[in-house]
């Protein structure tokens, strides 16, 4: 089995492949407070609910790949890996780590490493090029050209963000529930603050991606041609709202992952 983990902002993914099959998730809050040893507690109790795997902690897991966006608790992994998990192959995202996407970038190294492991994902299962829109605390469209390699991206407020700022910075405003209010046109105040960030969130996807897929096609591409994939916890309340995803993978990320682990571990 090969444990990966998918540490964001707020929440923190985990999956449990057994070869190429996604067989069991967790989704916890991310806390750069908490140390290795609860960590590994933590993982202990997930995994201990799970019948293909042992009642001692590592049993068998014979492969974990992690990635971070949290230095602080990429660090505590690091060490969960190497006192809990000591004899297991682990394989932690960072510079260095071969991935087989080529960074077109300034700065390769100030990529977020899920972002990257986005692409990686996008390219083996739908090729370039491609458009990642992933909806999580921030939302991030990622660019693949056509010859897989990650050309860039975007990066806006997600829709937790701007639904906390609206409440705090609105005198007569208030935090509200993420839901699909009846009508475009809200009748009370909650209604109209769920519409604006709904189909506001909807219209920004629809435009974004618009004009990426048009600089990814070039002169006498056909934008097309370009495939958008909808990941992130909060992607399936934009789905039936944004025009432009063609396609939706919850666990692009823990597949990335996957990928990634494949191709820095001998299988021999």
């Not at 609910?49 to 660090?75: K, R």
């Not at 990642?132 to 991030?140: E, K, Q, R, Y």
């Not at 991606?209 to 591409?221: D, T, Y």
């Amino acid at each position: 089995m090969l444990l990966t983990i998918d540490v964001g902002n707020t929440h923190t993914v985990l999956g449990l492949f057994d070869g190429e099959d996604i067989v069991e998730h967790w989704r916890i809050s991310t806390d750069a407070r908490r140390t290795a040893d609860e960590l590994a507690v933590l993982l202990h109790g997930l995994m201990g609910m799970h019948p293909l795997l042992g009642d001692e902690l590592g049993d068998g897991i014979d492969g974990i790949a992690i990635c971070s966006t949290v230095p602080s608790v990429l660090h505590e992994l690091r060490e969960v890996t190497r006192r809990y998990y000591g004899d297991v192959p682990a394989v932690l995202v960072e510079p260095g780590i071969k991935t087989g996407v080529p960074i077109l970038m300034d700065n390769p190294k100030e990529v977020g490493a899920d972002r990257i492991i986005n692409a990686v994902a996008a390219v083996e299962l739908y090729g370039g090029p491609a458009i990642v829109v992933d909806f999580g605390t921030a939302t991030t469209f990622d660019a693949v050209s056509a010859r897989g390699e990650y050309a860039g991206g975007v990066i806006a407020p997600g829709i937790e963000i701007s639904v906390e700022a609206l409440g705090v910075r609105g005198a007569q405003l208030r935090k509200i529930e993420l839901a699909r209010p009846r009508s475009v046109i809200g009748k009370n105040t909650v209604e109209a603050m769920q519409a604006g960030i709904l189909y506001g969130f909807a219209g920004q996807v629809d435009g974004v991606v618009n004009r990426m897929a048009r600089e990814l096609a070039g002169a006498g591409g056909d934008p097309d041609d370009v495939t958008v994939i909808a990941t992130g916890g909060l992607a399936p309340m934009v789905l039936g709202e944004a025009s432009v995803i063609d396609e939706h993978e919850p666990w692009l990320t823990l597949i990335g992952l996957r990928l990634v682990y494949e191709r820095n571990v001998s299988r021999t």
